[in-house]
């Protein structure tokens, strides 16, 4: 599929295209989909309380990982070519975005 090819991102009343591709998280975003739709077949069902939540948080688990998988890889592809362009506003904008992630993150 191409369509994950560009990815934009809306911060404020910017717009971002880079063409970082994440491909490698697909078949893990599948198993969480996957997952997902185990746990509302469990509601249907009426299946037992704690094993819902058991499903729930083992997929909240596996997209904080996928989420992690990216944000290495944003560092080591954006971060790092901001950082070898010595592009001192694309370094410090790079370097907000990842305290902001990071704070969402241990929010969650």
Excluded at 64 to 70: E, G, M, R
Aim: aromatic share 2%; net charge neutral; hydrophobic share 35%.
């Amino acid at each position: 599929m191409e369509w994950f090819k560009t990815i934009e991102k809306v911060k404020g009343s910017d717009m971002k295209k880079h063409n970082i591709t994440h491909p490698e998280n697909k078949a893990r975003l599948s198993r969480i989909e996957g997952q997902v739709r185990a746990v509302n077949r469990m509601i249907d069902s009426g299946e037992y309380c704690i094993d819902i939540i058991t499903q729930i948080q083992a997929a909240r688990s596996a997209l904080q990982s996928v989420s992690k998988i990216i944000l290495e890889k944003h560092l080591k592809h954006c971060v790092a070519e901001a950082l070898s362009e010595n592009d001192t506003d694309d370094i410090q904008e790079k370097l907000d975005e990842i305290m902001t992630v990071i704070k969402r993150m241990e929010k969650s």
